[in-house]
């Protein structure tokens, strides 16, 4: 299979409500939008990849089992822009046994994302 592009899809509860945590809280980048009204597809740019807002899933959904990693430069001005912002924050910035340093927080739906800073030093920043 040869994949030509890929991009997360999430059904939210509320798509307006999400498009504001992703396009107004979390500063994302709108890729395209499609549709009209409050049901309007709205894609975003995430780095590498792109993550789709549209649609709607029940009320009574659980969260879906999916997470996001999201890579910024320093996760510590992230996560003082989030607090500014007044973005919930799941987990503080801590550099984990692996060598990353991750924060953890959530979409409105309760998707849990995370916050991760590659430093310098680190083997995924060197390709062999």
């Given amino acids: 299979m040869h994949v030509l592009s890929s991009?997360?899809?999430l059904r939210p509860a509320d798509p307006e409500r999400s498009r504001?945590?992703?396009g107004e809280t979390l500063g994302l980048t709108v890729y395209?939008?499609?549709?009209t009204g409050p049901d309007r597809g709205t894609v975003y740019f995430?780095?590498?990849g792109f993550l789709e807002v549209s649609g709607r899933a029940p009320t009574t959904e659980s969260p879906p089992h999916l997470r996001l990693w999201l890579q910024v430069?320093?996760?510590r001005t992230a996560h003082a822009e989030l607090l500014d912002r007044s973005v919930p924050i799941l987990?503080?910035?801590v550099t984990e046994p692996w060598g990353l340093v991750e924060m953890w927080i959530a979409d409105p739906d309760g998707t849990e994302?995370?916050?991760v800073e590659v430093p310098e030093d680190?083997?995924?920043r060197y390709r062999p």
Avoid: K, N, T, W
């Fill in 32 to 35: 395209r939008e499609f549709g």
């Fill in 73 to 75: 430069a320093d996760v």
């Fill in 91 to 93: 987990r503080e910035p």
């Fill in 122 to 124: 680190h083997p995924l």
């Fill in 20 to 22: 504001a945590f992703y």
């Fill in 7 to 9: 991009r997360i899809l």
């Fill in 46 to 48: 995430l780095g590498g």
């Fill in 113 to 115: 994302i995370v916050v």
